[in-house]
């Protein structure tokens, strides 16, 4: 019933900047903190980046200076800004948000497909 749709990635060479969207669909009546995470072949998944509804962001200190994030509440999308990018950035980007079905303001987490980033050196 909800679903979150993520676009972006792509292979991009060192130093170079990508920018992913994460847009939420479906039976949606609250959004809580949004964000990023990243997992690389044969590591667990990261946290990239967070973003509350009121705007304040959390960062992975490997990325704090790079990577911005930022969202559009009226459109339920995240965004992730990431420049400056590194060989050890290459992993596959999952959007995660913590969404509310109804009134009950139960939230519970929801994750994106994900989108495959690589870094060529």
């Known amino acids: 019933q909800v679903q979150l749709v993520e676009s972006g990635g792509g292979l991009v060479q060192a130093g170079g900047s990508l920018r992913l969207s994460c847009a939420a669909s479906?039976?949606?009546?609250?959004?809580?903190?949004m964000g990023w995470y990243r997992q690389a072949p044969g590591k667990q998944r990261d946290l990239v980046a967070t973003i509350t509804s009121g705007g304040s962001s959390n960062y992975a200190d490997s990325v704090k200076g790079r990577f911005t994030i930022s969202r559009d509440n009226a459109n339920n999308t995240v965004y992730l800004q990431m420049r400056s990018l590194k060989p050890e950035d290459t992993a596959v980007y999952y959007c995660?948000?913590?969404?509310?079905?109804?009134?009950?303001?139960?939230?519970?987490?929801?994750w994106g497909q994900g989108t495959q980033v690589t870094v060529s050196s």
């Open positions: 479906g039976r949606i009546f609250s959004i809580n903190t």
């Open positions: 995660n948000a913590r969404i509310s079905t109804d009134w009950t303001l139960r939230f519970q987490n929801y």
